[in-house]
């Protein structure tokens, strides 16, 4: 609560500074916004890179359901054949059993990190290539300044260039 407030009272303090600078040198302000989240969202790679993400998550659940179902069946046997054995084979069934599961265990952790690992890094390079075009266009179209829009509690509708943005970006992946 206390981080919004004082990144309202530091755009405010850039606001009034800007406005007193440009009209000190006679220049206009051209502020607009930008919500990031939604270009995310209307990012034509973001659903490219999720459907790639999803297959590849989809993918490592296969191999560990397969574990499962053979660690199940090594479970079945030891219990069908267990009366029958003697208890050092009993004792090495189980260690076997537990081996697996331990692996299926650290392999599902594994899995798991390296899908995190690469969302985020996919999700700053979706960052970075956003931060590029939104540059790219207020310099290109003279403004000032570009806030993110999830920090504006207020703007005209005039002022949201988040289909410009959207537009850029989805006409440059199509390229």
């Known amino acids: 609560m206390i981080k919004k407030r004082m990144v309202g009272v530091i755009v405010?303090?850039?606001l009034s500074l800007g406005l007193s600078y440009r009209a000190e040198a006679g220049e206009s302000l051209k502020i607009g916004y930008v919500d990031v989240g939604a270009v995310i969202d209307r990012y034509?790679?973001?659903h490219e890179l999720e459907k790639a993400l999803e297959k590849d998550k989809q993918d490592k659940q296969k191999e560990i359901e397969e574990m499962a179902k053979e660690i199940?069946?090594?479970?079945?046997?030891?219990?069908t054949?267990?009366?029958?054995l003697k208890e050092e084979k009993k004792k090495r069934r189980a260690e076997i059993i537990k081996e697996k599961k331990d692996k299926q265990r650290r392999l599902f952790r594994e899995y798991d990190l390296e899908i995190k690992s690469k969302v985020y890094?996919?999700?700053?390079?979706l960052i970075k290539e956003i931060q590029k075009a939104v540059r790219s266009y207020g310099k290109g179209k003279g403004y000032t300044l570009i806030l993110d829009g999830r920090?504006?509690?207020y703007g005209l509708e005039s002022l949201d260039?988040?289909?410009?943005?959207?537009?850029?970006l989805n006409t440059a992946e199509g390229k």
């Open 12 to 14: 405010f303090l850039v």
């Open 121 to 125: 890094a996919e999700q700053r390079e």
């Open 44 to 46: 034509a790679k973001t």
């Open 72 to 79: 199940d069946k090594l479970e079945e046997q030891l219990k």
């Open 161 to 168: 260039l988040t289909g410009e943005i959207v537009k850029i």
């Open 81 to 84: 054949k267990a009366p029958g």
């Open 151 to 153: 920090t504006v509690l």
